[in-house]
């Protein structure tokens, strides 16, 4: 991402002629931002789960149920990527990464 050049209008002249974004699109720009940091430090919270679930994997033996092991890697992942009950999962990381790509600021 590129810097954010400040306006004639923030500078103190009163005409917005040096930068064709909007109050309100640098406000929305912002709120993506914070929201995507939010929901990274989520996503990066429950690997933790994965990672439990992939060493329960891991220490099977030979007498243990490996399928049953793997369903419930598959199942773990598959709500950190889709998300929770109360969670939007990675699904909204992308989300907001594509708002974040085609907002007019760079």
Request: charged fraction near 40%; glycine fraction near 6%; avoid cysteine.
């Amino acid at each position: 991402m590129g810097t954010l050049q400040k306006s004639s209008y923030e500078e103190g002249t009163g005409s917005d002629q040096g930068s064709n974004v909007s109050e309100k699109e640098l406000k929305t720009y912002r709120k993506n931002e914070k929201k995507l940091e939010k929901e990274y430090q989520k996503i990066r919270g429950e690997l933790e789960d994965i990672r439990q679930a992939f060493r329960y994997l891991e220490d099977a033996t030979l007498y243990d149920d490996i399928y049953f092991r793997l369903l419930q890697l598959e199942k773990i992942t598959s709500q950190v990527r889709k998300g929770r009950l109360l969670s939007h999962g990675a699904k909204l990381h992308r989300k907001l990464l594509r708002k974040l790509s085609e907002s007019p600021i760079e």
